[in-house]
């Protein structure tokens, strides 16, 4: 069976870092595009950075470029996203997606599989 498992979260404050890790198990996800979504309460579930399979093309949504970076691993089986520069607008519940084409891609019905998520948090 099919698992994608984020971890990584917690409460930070204002100007804090935190790193996202995503991994994948009953499959290897290294030949997946690889996204992060995010969810606040009372929101619509939003994009936030997204790598293909390669790990050598990214895309960011506008909010969070120059703060978060997604990489892959050497095995390129885990993807992380590290988040700098916290802003309380960035709390949420973060989620990892795979996707079977290898792009990278912002719209979450090309994903073909969701973790579960991580709450990230930041206080002001």
């Known amino acids: 069976q099919v698992q994608v498992v984020e971890s990584g979260g917690g409460l930070v404050q204002t100007g804090g870092s935190l790193r996202l890790s995503c991994a994948a198990s009953?499959?290897?996800?290294?030949?997946?595009?690889m996204g992060w979504f995010r969810q606040a309460p009372g929101k619509e579930r939003e994009f936030v950075a997204s790598v293909n399979w390669s790990g050598g093309s990214t895309i960011y949504a506008d909010s969070v470029k120059g703060r978060f970076t997604i990489s892959r691993g050497n095995a390129r089986n885990t993807v992380y996203l590290q988040m700098n520069s916290l802003i309380p607008d960035d709390t949420a519940v973060y989620y990892c997606a795979a996707d079977k084409s290898g792009v990278a891609s912002g719209r979450y019905d090309v994903y073909d599989y969701w973790g579960q998520g991580t709450q990230v948090t930041v206080s002001s």
């Open positions: 009953g499959r290897t996800f290294s030949t997946y595009g």
